[in-house]
């Protein structure tokens, strides 16, 4: 059973420093919910610093949202600096299967880094492992077969977890895999919260060296904090603003009561 109120103290203690090259339209999101649950934030994008900065970070999160040839670059000089100092990488295959640059960048990091944890809906998870998809924007409009079995092939080709959001979270490394209940439908009507979820996985990852607990962790308590969110949001809007407040204030005790994560 995973333990994540352990992982988070671990992180409000330690205070880990989270390298993130990512989507400028979630960017100032991705920062605040980093900082909500305790680690420190940077944002590095320029390749005269950014491996320099992965260099001394406790976990690098790189996100395609809004890509670009030079920022390809950069993730990968961050990437090979991060693994050549242990940090670990996550990938958050944003809008992966809607465009060729988008997917074909996605597989050319995959290939040249060592990845810790590649995050995704279904279908941008779909698409990278080569499975049939529709992908619209970064939204997954459907998927030919069972996300939960082409994410474990998935992982058990790349060795690297992966971590799948929706209805219902998977995490799996190819031989454990967790579903996670946690969340709330208003989750899905504000933009960033799937980025903030790969931010999330990168703070738990900082602290936390097995990337399935850690990840599984992660989705988890960002899934709870939006329950309690949406219990006292009127929208969208006040939801967006709630959801900080209620990532901030998590503890063991709502974490324990309302945590449902099963292992596969």
């Known amino acids: 059973m995973i333990r994540p109120y352990e992982i988070l103290k671990r992180i409000r203690e ?22 909500s649950f305790g ?33 390809v670059k950069s993730m990968l000089a961050a990437g090979r600096k991060a693994n050549s100092k242990g940090v670990p990488v996550i990938l958050d295959a944003v809008g992966a299967g809607a465009t060729k640059l988008r997917t074909e960048s996605t597989l050319a990091l995959m290939k040249k ?36 079995s082409i994410a474990e092939k998935l992982a058990r080709k790349t060795h690297s977890t992966i971590a799948v959001t929706g209805k219902e979270d ?40 097995d990337s399935a607990i850690a990840a599984a962790s992660a989705l988890a308590c960002f899934g709870i904090a939006g329950e309690l969110a949406a219990a006292r949001a009127r929208g969208p809007g006040s939801f967006r603003e709630i959801l900080h407040d209620e990532v901030y204030c998590l503890d063991g005790k709502a974490i324990a009561s309302r945590m449902r994560v099963s292992e596969l």
């Not at 491996?51 to 040839?69: K, Q, Y």
């Not at 049939?132 to 459907?142: A, D, F, P, Q, Y």
Request: aromatic fraction near 4%; charge should be neutral.
């Open 113 to 148: 880094l060592r990845i810790a944890v590649v995050k995704g809906n279904a279908g941008e998870i779909a698409s990278v492992a080569g499975a049939k998809s529709i992908v619209r924007g970064v939204e997954s409009m459907g998927v030919e077969g069972d996300a939960k």
């Open 170 to 209: 998977i995490a799996t490394d190819g031989k454990r895999t967790y579903l996670i209940g946690n969340g709330h439908p208003l989750m899905g009507e504000v933009v960033g919260t799937g980025c903030m979820a790969g931010s999330a996985i990168g703070a738990f990852c900082s602290v936390e060296k």
């Open 14 to 35: 330690e205070k880990p420093l989270i390298h993130h090259i990512t989507n400028w339209v979630t960017i100032y999101d991705c920062a605040s919910i980093t900082r």
């Open 39 to 71: 680690a420190l934030p940077v944002m590095a994008h320029a390749i005269e610093e950014s491996s320099d900065m992965a260099a001394v970070s406790s976990a690098l999160v790189l996100n395609i949202g809004t890509l670009t040839p030079k920022l």
